[in-house]
């Protein structure tokens, strides 16, 4: 009896230590994932910190100095509803965005009111931009973010770079107002280039008491075949 009784206790103790060691892999196997998840967090900070600021992107490719003195702290979100969104200093194609945006969007104040101008500062092209900027759009006393409330200076008028003068950048812009501004600049239809030319946003700002942009965004754009069938 005591032979057998030793051979079952030890069986047991067989079984008890197997049990002991599979349920530790067990806890390791559990633990890896929380590992795992750790250095997907890490990762993702540190993706964080790669991304480009609106700052870099426009010193990079000289919007800033070239249209604004200083950046936006604020992206324009900016969206034409066909896939065509900007990135600060994506490539979009004219016919991509010859129709205004669906959306525009930027942080705002209650009960302020904001100018949102889209300028060319290159043409005809970038290395002699000797009609510096042409006013692609201009919209002032936007109450809030509601666009079709404001009063519609210039129209909106989509990218037309000249064949052979290569990107252009066209860079959308904010600013909150003082309060209403009385604007007495002859209205310029969408289809009309009249009064575009040579204007200049930094100049408007000034004599507005605009002060500095809240929200900014750019992209790039070249000759399509689109850009033909603009009118003159």
């Known amino acids: 009896m005591r032979s057998c009784c030793f051979f079952i206790e030890e069986e047991q103790a067989r079984r008890k ?9 067990q806890r390791q196997n559990w633990r890896m994932p929380a590992v795992l ?20 992107e426009m010193e990079k490719l000289k919007v800033v100095p070239d249209v604004l003195p200083i950046a936006p702290k604020a992206n324009v979100e900016v969206d034409y509803g066909n896939g065509a969104v900007l990135r600060l200093g994506n490539t979009l194609t004219p016919t991509q965005v010859k129709n205004p945006p669906t ?5 705002v104040e209650n009960g302020a009111f904001y100018t949102l101008a ?3 500062p290159d043409a005809p092209s970038r290395e002699k931009p000797t009609l510096r900027e042409v006013k692609h759009w201009l919209v ?3 109450p809030e973010m509601d666009i079709g409330k404001g009063e519609e200076i210039a ?9 052979g003068t290569g ?7 904010v600013y909150k107002q003082p309060g209403r501004i009385e604007v007495p600049d002859k209205k310029v239809a ?31 754009a070249e000759w399509d075949a689109y850009v033909d069938t603009i009118p003159k």
């Open 140 to 142: 002032v006393n936007i």
């Open 190 to 220: 969408s289809s009309s280039r009249a009064d575009r030319y040579h204007w200049s946003l930094k100049d408007f700002a000034a004599k507005y008491n605009l002060g500095d942009p809240v929200g900014g965004n750019f992209y790039l």
């Open 167 to 173: 990107l252009h950048r066209y860079v959308v812009v």
């Open 37 to 56: 998840v750790g250095t997907l967090i890490l990762s993702g900070v540190l993706g964080d910190n790669k991304k480009t600021s609106l700052k870099e």
């Open 118 to 120: 889209m300028v060319d």
């Open 17 to 25: 230590q197997k049990t002991g060691v599979v349920m530790r892999q």
């Open 103 to 107: 959306s525009v969007t930027w942080p």
């Open 155 to 163: 129209g909106y008028r989509g990218s037309g770079p000249p064949k």
